[in-house]
């Protein structure tokens, strides 16, 4: 890629809570190290003296502490991205903060239309079953169906998308909306959930049926780390022949959370499960490699247990073998129980019919 085509081009960032500046600190790192060539701008508007010292030292990366008026947390995007597409970048890159690289994504696009507004395929349980629904709840029309729920963790968009990226922060801004977002997660109506619920409502919609879109996909493109089965065997075993993808999305728990943080959300097995699962994560074999390399003060704590090291030399050290053992065993139990819930489910249906 020419310096030319490069200067069309940007990363986007922002972030609001200084609880997840290591996270930040991390995605820096490694987009410089990655993607030395690809001008970055972070908003991070709680940046401390030492944060701006840190970030000085990636000479593509700039950082802008001035807060987007009237948003905050994931609702952001739309408003970061037509920003800097009204300063006259051609194509921007929005990366959520709690995402590392892994290596260059650009070695990824081949195949991809380089018009296409990229997205990013949920987790397996989040599969795509519900189509049209969440337009529908908006009052649009439906104009087409996508492959998958996108997830917004990664979102490339381009000047053509502007129209779309102002419908998508008009919505956001609704007061329906943000008064949805008072609700806890999960009473919410479907459209409402989150900023890629509402985008997924616009992209099936016949106003933008227009707009073609695309999916960076589990395993090879992206690992969505939500929870121990959503890194499944099929992209464990994919990744360990073929390398990690570009993108590693540490979805829900922290790595880099305090334990006190995570057991505000789970407690008692379930914590020292899930606990264990970050220490052996992607993400945190990723982070850990900067601990002590080219970043000095990064203070990763890149705690480990017992088992944690166990489970790493069962898996050879490798990222996507390390935990294997658990995941298949807990993929089993999870996907036995769905289909025994079916064949409940089914044989009630067809009890009534014999009614
Ligand atoms: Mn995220």
Known sequence: MSNNENTMLAICIAE????????????AASISKHCPDIKTIITYPPATENFKIYIRQFPNIELRTTAFPGVSG?????????????????????????IILSNDFRNNLEGFSSSAFLVTEEPSNHAYDRCGERTKSWGLEVGKSLSFSPNSGVIRANIKHISLLEKWKELLESNTYKSSQREP???????????????????????????SV??????????????????SVKE???????????????????????????????????FYYKTLMLRISPYNHVAASYNNSFIKDLGWKNTHSFSSILLSVIGL????????????????IYYSKIFIKSCIRNKAISFKFER
């Open 185 to 211: 997660f999960y009473t919410r109506p479907l459209h409402m959930r989150s900023d890629q619920d509402v985008l997924a409502s616009l992209l099936e919609s016949r106003d933008f049926a227009w707009v």
């Open 317 to 332: 050290g490798n990222p996507s073998l390390t935990g294997l053992p658990i995941v298949f065993v807990h993929s089993l």
């Open 74 to 98: 994931w609702n952001v995007k739309p408003q970061a991205l037509l920003s800097l597409l009204a300063e006259g970048y051609q194509e921007v890159w929005w990366i959520d903060s709690d």
């Open 16 to 27: 609001d809570r200084s609880s997840e500046e290591i996270a930040v600190k991390l995605l």
């Open 236 to 270: 464990r075993l994919h990744n360990f022949l073929f390398g990690l993808p570009p993108f590693i999305h540490s979805q829900g728990l922290k790595p880099w959370w305090d334990s006190s943080e995570i057991q505000k959300i789970v407690q008692g097995w379930e």
């Open 214 to 231: 695309d999916f960076f996909r589990r395993g090879k493109d992206i690992i969505q780390y939500f929870g121990p089965i959503h890194y």
